[in-house]
């Protein structure tokens, strides 16, 4: 009895170590999986950061607009920025225009004379005074025997300005 | 005889009120007999064409100094305008 009763303790002992070791065998194995895992991956991690400067260049395709075309118009565009004319330029082509617009209107008049501010007389347009004039670019003078008749003058150069006929 | 001087002002820019008051300004200033003042411009202000519409309608008028009463054109381009 006494044997039985060890060789059943010994069977239940033997049977509890086993299975302790079979759970330690078990958490071994994993320690050992993680270790070999993480040693991989590791290495695989040093070999790609070692291999990163020598590996060729990957080619990317950007996005960008190669059309040749807009390249010439782009040129075309610099180019005409660069010719265009000054605010000067443009100031004084407008008067020129402007004036001789008017000298044209009133050529055949004889009762309308033009002057500077100062009294010259502009007979032309490369008489106008190119300087600064304080706000005067040419005075229209009209000299008619009646009032009247100087007023249907002027209403009729006033005309002639606010509403050229283009 | 009778005269009537026209002080004829061209602007290839935007003409402001302050402009426009300048350019009355000097006119007058210059010339005594001065009865008129034309600018005209490629486009104006909506206070400069005001200004101009009250220099013309304000009961105590511009005058030159021979007191004749002196009008004020803003004559803007009709196509920019």
Not at chain 1, 135 to 161: C, F, L, N
Not at chain 2, 11 to 32: E, I, M
Not at chain 2, 62 to 70: C, I, T, W
């Amino acid at each position: 009895m006494t044997r039985n009763s060890r060789r059943t303790f010994s069977r239940h002992a033997y049977a509890a170590r086993t299975i302790r070791e079979i759970s330690h065998f078990d958490t071994y194995v994993n320690h050992i999986v993680t270790v070999a895992w993480g040693a991989f991956m590791l290495r695989f991690v040093v070999d790609w950061l070692a291999g990163a400067n020598s590996l060729p260049a990957i080619d990317v395709e950007t996005p960008v607009a190669r059309d040749p075309s807009a390249i010439l118009q782009f040129l075309k565009r610099q180019q005409a920025v660069e010719e265009a004319p000054t605010p000067r330029e443009r100031g004084l082509q407008f008067h020129r225009e402007e004036f001789s617009r008017l000298f044209e209107a009133v050529e055949g008049w004889p009762t309308v004379e033009f002057i500077t501010s100062h009294g010259l007389p502009i007979a032309s347009v490369d008489d106008l005074p190119r300087s600064a004039d304080g706000g005067i670019d040419v005075v229209v003078r009209i000299v008619t025997p009646t009032e009247r008749g100087a007023r249907i003058v002027a209403g009729r150069i006033r005309s002639m300005i606010s509403n050229p006929k283009v | 005889m009778a005269k009537y001087e026209i002080a004829v002002e061209f602007k290839s820019n935007r003409v402001t009120r302050p402009v426009l008051h300048q350019t009355v300004g000097a006119a007058v200033h210059t010339r005594s007999e001065i009865r008129e003042v034309i600018v005209r411009c490629i486009s104006a202000t909506r206070a400069a064409q005001d200004a101009a519409a009250k220099y013309n309608d304000d009961v105590p008028q511009l005058k030159n100094r021979a007191g004749d009463s002196v009008r004020v054109t803003l004559a803007v381009d009709p196509q920019e305008r």
